[in-house]
């Protein structure tokens, strides 16, 4: 978990091929629902356009049918969920019928200014709707709000390692191999 732009979906994808585990993006599984333009992708689209959330009902719904896979009977990496303290509830809850648990929370952390800029910089390259400029300041303020207290959750459960999002991708991922041991 971390801030937009702090690079949770890079590392996520680094970190798949060094544990051997799937890697769920919400924000991925999001985007291609919105390019299939599935009833998911529709309601999806009016959220992310607006710099918010899409409804926990929806994602929980999503992460459950991947959850229950094959996939990811051995371990898996969620990128980009849970984001509120809702979401913790909804996936203990999930966790405990489906008889799994979460072993560790990263946090990548990184100065709300350098994350930024990095946002404005991948905007000009992605062509993603919520990297524009307008939405960027919005949903670091939506995550600073929402999210930021289940970090806090976690930390009190004893299972957060918090790592420095600065620096090269590589040493990133130093880091939190380092963290995880």
């Not at 970190?15 to 992708?41: C, F, M, Q, W, Y």
């Not at 930390?155 to 620096?167: A, P």
Request: aromatic content about 4%.
């Amino acid at each position: 978990m971390g801030p937009p732009g702090v690079g949770k979906g890079t590392q996520a994808a680094i970190l798949k091929n060094h544990l051997k585990v799937p890697h769920l993006s919400t924000g991925e599984i999001l985007r291609k629902e919105i390019a299939l333009d599935s009833d998911i992708g529709k309601v999806s689209k009016e959220y992310i356009d607006n710099g918010l959330f899409v409804p926990d009902n929806i994602l929980i719904e999503i992460i459950e049918n991947y959850l229950k896979s094959t996939d990811c009977q051995d371990g898996y990496i969620l990128d980009g969920y849970p984001r509120n303290l809702q979401q913790v509830k909804d996936l203990h809850l999930l966790l405990s019928k489906l008889n799994q648990s979460i072993n560790v929370a990263i946090s990548l952390t990184a100065e709300k200014k350098e994350l930024i800029k990095r946002l404005i910089k991948r905007s000009k390259d992605s062509g993603r709707s919520d990297d524009a400029i307008e939405i960027i300041s919005k949903r670091q303020d939506v995550y600073w709000n929402q999210t930021a207290p289940i970090i806090k959750y976690y930390r009190e459960n004893k299972i957060l390692k918090e790592v420095d999002g600065l620096g090269s991708i590589e040493e990133i991922t130093h880091r939190i191999i380092k963290a995880i041991k």
